[in-house]
């Protein structure tokens, strides 16, 4: 079993920044792809960005790329998502998942642990 907990939401003003951490539990971080996605009110949860269980590969949403980092610190247990450049239409709650292939998957079926997630609020 894996427990994700995301902090780091809240209100920013577009243009801002935030910085997402997931903390996980359990010994075997390191062999877990890390995923991050997000739900918008009304809509379905989206893939945003995912990282390979050693850090080494990475996948990005097109509506992210530039703008989202994904990294992470298998010594610390976490994985973390660097926002700048925030938008309105980045408003969403954020998850993060584990995916226990290891490989950076963008398919939201993939992942088999879930966080309970982190809201981010953009204002215009």
């Known amino acids: 079993q894996v427990q994700l907990v995301e902090s780091g939401g809240g209100l920013v003003q577009t243009g801002g920044s935030l910085r997402l951490s997931c903390a996980a539990s359990?010994?075997?971080?390191?062999?877990?792809?890390m995923g991050w996605f997000r739900q918008a009110p009304g809509k379905e949860r989206e893939f945003v960005a995912s990282?390979?269980?050693?850090?080494?590969?990475?996948n990005y949403a097109d509506s992210v790329k530039g703008r989202f980092t994904i990294s992470r610190d298998n010594a610390k247990n976490t994985v973390y998502l660097q926002m700048n450049s925030l938008k309105p239409e980045d408003t969403a709650g954020y998850y993060c998942?584990?995916?226990?292939?290891?490989?950076?998957?963008?398919?939201?079926?993939?992942?088999?642990?879930w966080g309970q997630g982190t809201q981010v609020t953009v204002s215009s």
């Open positions: 990282i390979s269980s050693r850090g080494g590969s990475t």
């Open positions: 998942a584990a995916d226990l292939s290891g490989r950076p998957r963008t398919v939201l079926g993939a992942y088999d642990y």
């Open positions: 359990g010994r075997s971080f390191s062999r877990y792809a």
